[in-house]
Antibody, heavy 122, light 108 residues
Framework: QVQLVQSGAEVKPPGSSVKVSCKAS????????INWVRQAPGHGPEWMGG????????NYAQKFQGRVTLSADKSTRTAYMELSGLRSEDTAMYYC???????????????WGQGTLVTVTA | EIVLTQSPGTLSLSPGERATLSCRAT???????LGWYQQKPGQAPRLLIY???TRATGVPDRFSGSGSGTDFTLTISRLEPEDFAVYYC?????????FGGGTKVEIK
């Protein structure tokens, strides 16, 4: 059974960057898209982008283009999300989530990490 | 961008009652690209329904999805205590993938 385990909570000052990791255990890693979704308190989820590790080319939501960098390390089965230029509105829970079927970005998300709380504060 | 609007915002019902949740899209969504998630406090969302009508593994058959085009519905036939949660629809066919704002199903 595949599990996604994310790195711990972060507190960052405005203008800085944060990098969150998502390590997969069990199952296949390379051929399933890993997506990043954030959720601000009291709001619905918001998709930031996704990456299929075997291909390595990320697909970003336009809203985050230029501020977010997704990557994946096949050797350690770990995906990363780095968000730069942090502002208070970026305070949210950040989730990684795996696609239901392999080799496609057009899929629902059936396996989720536990979430990483990122707080942006001076 | 496809915007998904969910209604009502909150549904107050008693255990055993039927819940009907709506998700309306600003553009037509292929039925194969519409899903529903359940989220409980402090937890990540859980996939319930994909392709508009197909239950994910382990999801009880009291949950059902329907709809096409711009109007989709999640129905819970008889609410169990563990069903009180927030529900989100998602379209995953066109980038950016988008979620609705959610419907909270609370105990009356």
């Amino acid at each position: 059974q595949v599990q996604l385990v994310q790195s711990g909570a972060e507190v960052k000052p405005p203008g800085s960057s944060v990098k969150v990791s998502c390590k997969a255990s069990g199952g296949t890693f390379d051929s399933y898209a890993i997506n990043w979704v954030r959720q601000a308190p009291g709001h619905g989820p918001e998709w930031m982008g996704g990456i299929i590790p075997i291909f390595g080319t990320p697909n970003y939501a336009q809203k985050f283009q230029g501020r977010v960098t997704l990557s994946a390390d096949k050797s350690t089965r770990t995906a990363y999300m780095e968000l730069s230029g942090l502002r208070s509105e970026d305070t949210a829970m950040y989730y990684c989530a795996r696609n239901f079927l392999a080799l496609s970005l057009v899929q629902p998300f059936d396996i989720w990490g536990q979430g990483t709380l990122v707080t942006v504060t001076a | 961008e496809i915007v998904l609007t969910q209604s009502p915002g909150t549904l107050s019902l008693s255990p055993g009652e039927r819940a009907t949740l709506s998700c309306r899209a600003t553009q037509s969504v292929s039925s194969s690209d519409l899903g529903w998630y359940q989220q409980k406090p402090g937890q990540a969302p859980r996939l319930l329904i994909y392709e508009a009508v197909t239950r994910a593994t382990g999801v009880p058959d009291r949950f059902s999805g329907s709809g096409s085009g711009t109007d989709f519905t999640l129905t819970i036939s008889r609410l169990e205590p563990e069903d009180f949660a927030v529900y989100y629809c998602q379209q995953y066919g066109r980038s950016p993938l988008t979620f609705g704002g959610g419907t909270k199903v609370e105990i009356k």
